[in-house]
């Protein structure tokens, strides 16, 4: 029987548990010690691996208030730290790479349409760039957004590309972009790459399960080595649609059954009693949760020691409103 505290293997990495912590924003950006003790809260609590909050590459992006820069001349320090705390407790630890907008110069936001050769061949770099950094940093691995509504998953949505060139039309046209990227990455770095894509999108016209099925595909072919499955606007989603969870998991046990590498779902999970029937009636093996870390840091301790099966997050979504890395209540 699994359960949720099962030691695994995500790939290559060991996990202590098959929980994935992931973060969002991070309102602490000017208190490092603070930072330092949630990761470290976090990390011994039980979590099998730790994705970071979103780290900004662009200075200019729509959410820079809300996520560490990268230019930041102290996120080498942190992110180093963040990667040494978390190894001590036999963590990895994945960094969210993520922007909103693309700004050439003087032109801000540009469209995916608009993009020359040149912007593409830019972007490419500027995420390559971060990787090195983050390996530098002793990163265990990187994590692309090309789901939610981030400016990768605009570009591979049929909904926002439409492109004649050879970066728009067919699923892996509008995936080349990215697929050329992580090709770069696994030929060149020493990261676990793992991306978070979609199950579809509820627009018409726009990125449906079919295609989110063919470039997961498409991605393991050309190396990537986990799929996080997630949906635009999730948090606010779960807590609005009761089939939410139902969908998600028939994409996600859909997705297993697909492709050869791991697969992780989130769904605004709470209960642990919940996930390990989920564990066990299904094909899934990892599940992350972003929410109750927000709530509280070390809530797994609770968990593991059976002292309790539920968080106490409210799922009131303050956090992902507020765009805070504290809780709203507690």
């Given amino acids: 029987m699994k359960t949720i505290f099962d030691k695994c293997k995500l790939g290559n990495l060991k996990l202590n548990s098959r ?22 809260r976090i990390a011994s609590s039980g979590v099998g691996l730790i994705t970071s909050e979103l780290y ?22 942190m992110a180093t730290k963040l990667a040494e705390i978390t190894h001590s407790y ?18 801000l936001d540009i469209p995916v349409n608009d993009l020359t050769i040149e912007d593409i061949r830019k972007i490419q770099s500027d995420i390559i760039e971060a990787a090195q950094k983050l390996q530098y940093c002793d990163f265990d691995g990187i994590q692309l957004s090309v789901g939610n509504n981030f400016f990768l998953s605009k ?9 004649e060139d050879d970066y728009g039309g067919n699923v ?6 990215v697929l050329e990227l992580i090709k770069v990455m696994k030929d060149n770095l020493d990261l676990h790459v793992s991306v978070k894509v979609n199950s579809f999108d509820e627009r018409k016209d726009g990125f449906d399960s079919s295609e989110s099925l063919e470039a997961c595909r498409l991605l393991e072919k050309v190396g990537a080595d986990s799929i996080q499955v997630t949906r635009p606007l999730s948090p606010l989603y779960f ?3 009761l089939s939410a969870e139902k969908e998600l998991i028939d994409y996600t046990t859909k997705l297993i059954d697909s492709v050869d590498i791991p697969v992780i779902v989130g769904g605004g999970f709470n209960n642990k009693d919940h ?25 797994l301790k609770d968990w593991i020691n059976g002292s309790s ?20 209540h507690f």
């Fill in 309 to 328: 099966n539920q968080s106490r997050c409210m799922m009131c979504n303050n956090c992902y409103r507020t765009k805070k890395s504290t809780c709203y």
């Fill in 19 to 40: 929980i994935i912590r992931t973060g969002l924003w991070e309102s602490q950006q000017n208190d490092l010690d603070a930072i330092y003790d949630r990761y470290e």
């Fill in 90 to 107: 036999d963590v990895p630890i994945f960094s969210q790479v993520e922007f909103i907008k693309y700004n050439r110069g003087i032109d």
């Fill in 56 to 77: 900004s590459i662009y200075p200019k992006d729509k959410f820079i208030e809300h996520s560490y820069r990268m230019d930041n001349l102290n996120f080498m320090t």
């Fill in 172 to 177: 892996l046209n509008r995936m080349r972009m």
């Fill in 239 to 241: 807590t609005k649609k």
């Fill in 275 to 299: 996930m390990n029937e989920l564990l066990n009636a299904t094909n899934i093996e990892y599940m992350s949760m972003y929410r109750p870390f927000v709530c509280e840091n070390d809530f």
């Fill in 155 to 163: 570009f591979i949505n049929p909904y926002y590309n439409q492109r």
